[in-house]
């Protein structure tokens, strides 16, 4: 299925899959389809299109979304993925906070209320970014199923000066509140 998968979207002359978008590569690369050798450039375009074409901003659905989030902080890029986080115009969870938003609405094109428009106040299918929190800025990674092994890596990024986080897991809590000094880090880790 990968190779016809390949064969059928992915041009390896400009190493894009489809039309080029941010979730067009930001989803073979989640799901693993990207050829080993070819990886790299492929996170090299969707980190210039992010940075360079979007100026910061993601531009990806719902299925993108959860895929960047996936992908920006294991391949290294958990700089991006934070500066995506941090944006407070169009399209960003910022933007919304800024309207008023508590919850996450359903769409990014959202100005609400709108007469003309039929959305959800509390939608969740945008919340996939709150693997990014723990896992790439706290550094709460599971090493294996059920969290049996943990590793610790935080994610030092940024103007981001501290983070506190935790995850219940079926083995109990995991804690990580760590703090950026000016030439030094300090974290206390729960487990």
Do not use: C
């Not at 428009?117 to 299918?125: N, R």
């Amino acid at each position: 299925i990968k190779d016809a998968f390949n064969r059928e979207f992915f041009n390896e002359s400009t190493n894009q899959y489809a039309t080029g978008s941010q979730g067009s590569n930001a989803v073979p690369l989640y799901l693993h389809m990207v050829p080993e050798e070819r990886k790299q450039a492929v996170l090299q375009n969707l980190v210039e299109d992010i940075l360079i074409n979007h100026d910061g901003h993601l531009s990806t659905g719902m299925i993108g979304t959860n895929a960047l989030a996936q992908v920006l902080g294991a391949s290294g890029r958990a700089d991006v993925m934070y500066e995506i986080t941090t944006q407070t115009t169009f399209p960003s969870w910022g933007q919304q906070v800024l309207k008023g938003a508590t919850t996450l609405w359903e769409t990014w094109d959202g100005e609400y209320p709108s007469d003309d428009a039929v959305y959800s106040y509390d939608m969740y299918m945008f919340g996939s970014i709150e693997k990014f929190f723990y896992r790439d800025l706290a550094g709460i990674v599971y090493a294996s199923p059920g969290y049996g092994q943990i590793t610790i890596k935080p994610g030092i990024v940024g103007d981001l000066t501290f983070v506190n986080a935790s995850v219940k897991t079926v083995r109990g809590t995991v804690a990580v509140d760590w703090k950026k000094g000016e030439e030094s880090l300090d974290m206390v880790v729960t487990i």
